[in-house]
């Protein structure tokens, strides 16, 4: 059964600390992505990544870093937490596009990080 | 820019039936809807390439035209199952899987 597990269920930071989401698939998959949920305004993709070390930013990257040092394994990383950083964080995954087939995205069960 | 779901709640009765719209700005080449029980992971629904083909799931059935930037996913004889939030993805050309993502639509099925 395919599977994307993210590190926490639920984390709770100070502002200004630096805050790390690890996310790890078990299923090959060249293609994974960061995005933040929040009410109204669906899912927000934050960044990306084709392949091992290759990362590209989506339409929110602004406070957010990414690694990606093994296929498996997509981290990111809020710098300084802020609190308009409070949100539901869901990690994906997907294979690379095969011939004109866009992939499915396997999502993960998500961390609610509060910044306080 | 995000596409726009239309509507964004919608509550039916079992057995009633639903369309819910997803229109963009830009080009498109496939639209995804994916589905998300209140404190679970998107689900993944299905997938319409450019063509205007229609796929089916179960009694859930979308519909994708080029021609308008615009895809409907048709939930038919709602049941208490299908209650969630539903999201639209779409991709341009040569996008590499990357999805932009509808605001979403919240769909409660009552007994």
């Known amino acids: 059964d395919v599977k994307v597990t993210q590190s926490s269920r639920y984390l709770v930071k100070r502002t200004g600390e630096k805050v790390f989401l690890e996310c790890v698939q078990d299923?090959?998959?060249?293609?994974m992505f960061w995005y933040r949920q929040d009410p109204g305004l669906g899912l927000r993709l934050i960044y990306f990544?084709?392949?091992?070390?290759?990362?590209e930013k989506g339409d929110i990257p602004e406070g957010y870093s990414v690694s990606r040092e093994k296929k498996e394994r997509f981290s990111l990383i809020l710098e300084s937490a802020s609190t308009n950083q409070t949100s539901m964080y869901l990690c994906?995954?997907?294979?690379?596009?095969?011939?004109?087939?866009?992939?499915?995205?396997?999502f993960g069960p998500g961390t609610r990080l509060t910044v306080l | 820019q995000q596409p726009v779901q239309s509507p964004q709640a919608v509550i039916l009765r079992e057995g009633e039936d639903a369309v819910i719209n997803c229109s963009s700005s830009?080009?498109?080449?496939?639209v995804h809807w994916y589905r998300q029980k209140h404190g679970e992971a998107p689900v993944f629904l299905m997938i319409?390439?450019?063509?205007?083909e229609q796929k089916g799931h179960d009694k859930i059935s979308a519909s994708f035209n080029e021609k308008k930037q615009q895809s409907s996913l048709y939930l038919t004889a709602s049941q208490l199952s299908y209650s969630g939030t539903y999201f639209c993805?779409?991709?341009?050309?040569?996008?590499?899987?990357?999805?932009?993502f509808g605001q979403g639509t919240e769909l409660s099925v009552k007994p």
């Open positions: 299923m090959d998959h060249e293609n």
């Open positions: 830009k080009a498109l080449y496939s």
């Open positions: 994906a995954s997907s294979l690379l596009r095969l011939a004109d087939t866009y992939n499915e995205q396997f």
């Open positions: 319409l390439l450019k063509g205007g």
């Open positions: 993805g779409t991709t341009g050309y040569n996008q590499g899987g990357k999805l932009i």
């Open positions: 990544s084709y392949d091992v070390k290759m990362k």
